[in-house]
């Protein structure tokens, strides 16, 4: 897994900001219509798209895989299509920064405030697995989800993400 | 106007709650859907109303309280902040969003 392949840190939200715009800046250019590298907040121990047991909110755990990220049928050995389930990600800076903040904030309640890790994918790198597909949020033009678009085994939708993870870098939190 | 359709109507239901909590009574008609944000004040006044929210809900749940059924609402903290932010941005105050979230 890739969990601690962090390739940069920050200890303030503009050397974050500086941080980000240089990997859109970088993969992002002059094609509008590709994503190119997208964004993903990640609240330690938990790893870049899998969960740790204990740290995943109220939500039952399949293989590392949070039941309410994606839809299941009722045996839990099935993930169906679902254009508004998935992991979430940034496609902004603006939108990463609130959903950092907000993260930071209540994932492990008032008395347990922050670290939130923010982890990239450059997608030249690795393209987007068979039977998934990044979906925009109808409701928020910057946040997307990764979805599934094709009836897969939770062994296989397991295996993509961890491959995804792989290719996936880390900045670490180190703000206060 | 706010979009709480689908699968998002408890988070809708979520903010309601909190606006009765918090007292946000300005702002009843907006999470209803039935009015939209229509000064950059009243822009200011939701994503303040967000920020205030989030930090009663992780409050509440240190405290163990369970609110409309379930005593850790993340999800819904996270649907309420892409449907509040993601609508003003598009009807143009951004910045305002940008600005609360900034002095949290």
């Known amino acids: 897994m890739s969990d601690g392949k962090y390739v940069e840190q920050f200890k303030t939200v503009g050397e974050l900001q500086e941080a980000i715009d240089k990997l859109i800046e970088e993969h992002r250019i002059a094609k509008k219509k590709d994503l190119g590298v997208m964004f993903r907040i990640v609240v330690p121990p938990n790893e870049t798209t899998t969960y740790k047991e204990g740290s995943q909110g109220p939500y039952q755990l399949v293989h590392g895989d949070r039941i309410g990220d994606y839809t299941f049928d009722t045996t839990l050995e099935w993930v169906l299509p679902d254009q508004t389930a998935g992991l979430s990600f940034s496609k902004s800076f603006s939108h990463l920064k609130s959903t950092w903040k907000m993260l930071r904030k209540h994932a492990k309640g008032k008395n347990q405030s922050g670290p939130a890790n923010v982890a990239s994918w450059i997608l030249e790198s690795r393209k987007i697995p068979d039977g998934m597909a990044f979906v925009k949020d109808p409701k928020n033009n910057n946040h997307y989800f990764l979805a599934v678009v094709e009836k897969m085994h939770i062994s296989k939708l397991v295996t993509y993400l961890r491959l995804i993870s792989h290719a996936m870098a880390t900045l670490k939190d180190l703000t206060n | ?104």
């Open chain 2, 1 to 104: 106007m706010l979009d709480f359709s689908g699968k998002d109507q408890k988070a809708q239901q979520v903010c309601l709650y909190y606006a009765n909590q918090l007292r946000a009574d300005s702002l009843i008609r907006i999470i209803e859907c039935k009015a939209p944000v229509s000064s950059k004040e009243e822009a200011l006044a939701i994503s303040r109303f967000f920020w205030e929210m989030l930090e009663a809900s992780a409050d509440d749940r240190d405290n163990g309280v369970i609110i409309l059924g379930e005593v850790d609402l993340q999800h819904w903290m996270e649907r309420s902040m892409n449907i509040i932010s993601g609508y003003l941005s598009s009807i143009g105050y951004e910045e305002e969003w940008e600005k609360i979230c900034d002095e949290a």
